[in-house]
């Protein structure tokens, strides 16, 4: 649980620190020109969004079969195949 806490921590303080340096570079620009970059931000965000709903999206009913649900597992359950051997000593 400690070690855990710490690797959040850990990232957590590399995660600040790169934000501090973007931050230290990004300070200078216009107010027009941070509105710009607050745009391309948040828009980037919300196509990450999109974009991890349409990975589920992609999996959902690929499997495609005449079967029925019932037969798929009875094929399944069939197949299994069981070699254990019990060594003596």
Do not use: C, H, P, W
């Not at 230290?24 to 941070?34: P, Y």
């Not at 607050?38 to 196509?47: D, G, P, Y």
Request: glycine content about 4%; hydrophobic content about 35%.
């Amino acid at each position: 649980m400690k070690q855990t806490k710490k690797k959040t921590t850990m990232k957590s303080n590399a995660s600040t620190l790169l934000i501090d340096n973007y931050y230290g570079l990004l300070r200078g620009l216009s107010r027009e020109n941070k509105l710009k970059l607050i745009a391309k931000l948040s828009n980037s965000m919300v196509e990450e969004v999109v974009e991890n709903e349409n990975i589920v999206d992609r999996f959902f009913g690929a499997f495609k079969s005449d079967k029925s649900a019932e037969e798929i597992i009875k094929e399944i359950r069939d197949s299994r195949t069981f070699n254990r051997t019990i060594e003596s000593f």
